[in-house]
């Protein structure tokens, strides 16, 4: 990695994503590390491009929403040249890699061809009980989604996560890219 320092900026509406920055954090050297923090977004949902740190290196983290980064991030992403990035994503289905693979690809559309992707993680982060209960709810109806029971699963195993084999995950990932 660049000499010249990186931050760390992310989306999280209930943690999870959070939990992944701080893993990231806490895996990099602390004197380098410029800014820590939240994607500054403007009312409308947007970032305003006074707030993306200048460094030259971006960890930047985001939840998944409707199959892909969250719009502060979609927006930060957007806006971002000759930059190094690193993205960190969190998202309520996890069945598959393939799955982290599709939202990692729709997300990376966002990023102009003047940065460099360095790297790219995802894992499950778990999601409010209100959801859960909306599930039930459906299933005791009689023309329900016929994969409900498959939902209310993946619901109850999203409920560990980020859990500690996942930050582990991270950290390596963050660790083997920055020595390169
Ligand atoms: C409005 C909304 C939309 C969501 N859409 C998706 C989605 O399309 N796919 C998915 O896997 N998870 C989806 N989720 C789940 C979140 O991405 C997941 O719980 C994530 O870990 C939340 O991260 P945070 O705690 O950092 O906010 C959605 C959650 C919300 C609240």
Redesign the pocket.
């Known amino acids: 990695m660049s000499s010249k320092g990186y931050s760390i900026v ?11 920055a701080e893993a990231v954090r806490k895996t990099l050297p602390e004197g380098t590390c410029e800014y820590f923090g939240s994607v500054n977004g403007n009312d409308d949902g947007s970032c305003a491009s006074s707030a993306i740190p200048a460094s030259e290196t971006l960890f930047v ?8 980064a ?1 719009q502060a991030t979609q927006q930060l992403l957007g806006q971002l040249k000759n930059r190094k990035v690193f993205l960190f ?6 069945g598959s890699e393939a ?1 982290f693979q599709a ?1 990692l690809d729709k997300t990376k559309a966002f990023i102009d061809d003047s940065n460099i992707v360095i790297g790219a993680f995802m894992c ?5 009980h209100s ?1 859960r209960e909306r599930y039930v709810k459906m299933k005791e109806q009689p023309d329900h989604m016929p994969n409900i029971d498959a939902m209310i699963e993946n619901f109850d195993k ?1 409920l560990s ?2 859990n500690a084999n996942d930050l582990e995950k991270l950290a390596n990932l963050v660790s083997e890219t920055v020595e390169q």
């Open positions: 992310f989306s999280s509406r209930t943690g999870n994503t959070a939990e992944l983290g985001f939840w998944t929403n409707q199959g892909v969250d994503g969190t998202a309520g289905f996890g799955y939202i499950q982060g778990k999601m409010p959801v999203a996560h980020p």
